[in-house]
């Protein structure tokens, strides 16, 4: 029988460095994650930290990681050929059998790109959504994440990218909810779904603008970044009222979302 929270040493394949605070480190495993879901992330004596998967395949998972605190400060030490610990994954992802055949709308701010790239490389991939429009913000050009990707999408996507502040050729100025009016609602009918993730304050406010925008409720996704600490519902750590978000999330649905504030 598998222990669910038994942490495995795994090696780092590579590591690719997205901005001075983001890095993307590939590692080798056997954990065959969905789109959205998370792992524990561990180094021995140092700690533990939740950590989106931002893409995968036969063999490996890459993590895109920021470096805020004790744990990802002694991961960015690392190099390939090292180990780390994983263990996962964890929590429910991203409905894609429902958005097949769908119009999507993906909104995300700053590293909030992350947990929905490998949805967006499957739809970009496999023509699985009937469109999809990314509207993409980040506070300026030096936190750029995935450029490669960002460019290959503008082929088949319909895109918005935007830095809050700043003034960029080939890039839009201003926050992301300054372009949920732009995108062609009325051309989806009922056909479409909305994601959304970011800080919470834009997913709120951007969730906001889509309602005003007539985007029901129901329609729209959002992730939630948190501190998860078991990852399997029994210490309390991630709750927020009746909801363990480790288990009921790191996804929900906007109408249940918009009632989980600490």
Known sequence: ??????????????????????????????????????????????????????????????????????????????????????????????????????????????????????????FFEEDYAASVTLISGFKNSAGIVFKNE???????????????????????????TEYVSKVDWASFGDNYEVVIVGPPPMMKFTGIECVKNGVPEDKIWVSFERKMSCAVGKCGHCRIDEVYVCLDGPVFNYTTAKYLVD
Request: proline share 5%; with cysteine; charged share 25%.
């Open 1 to 122: 029988m598998n222990n669910i929270i038994k942490p495995v040493p795994c090696k780092i394949l590579d590591i690719k460095k997205e901005t001075e605070l983001e890095w993307t480190f590939k590692v080798a495993t056997d954990i065959k994650p969905t789109h959205g879901q998370f792992l524990q992330l561990s180094l021995p004596k140092i700690g533990e930290a939740p950590i989106s998967v931002s893409a995968y395949g036969d063999g490996w998972v890459d993590f895109t990681i920021r470096a805020v605190g004790k744990v990802t400060d002694v991961i960015f030490q690392l190099q390939p050929g090292d180990t780390m610990f994983l263990r996962g994954a964890y929590g429910k992802g991203w409905p894609v059998d429902q958005f097949k055949g769908k119009h999507m709308v993906v909104i995300t701010g700053g590293t909030g790109l992350a947990p929905v790239r490998s949805m967006l490389n499957k």
């Open 150 to 176: 960002l460019e290959a999408w503008k082929d088949k996507f319909t895109t918005f990218y935007t830095l809050d502040s700043e003034e960029k050729e080939g890039w839009n100025t201003g926050f992301v």
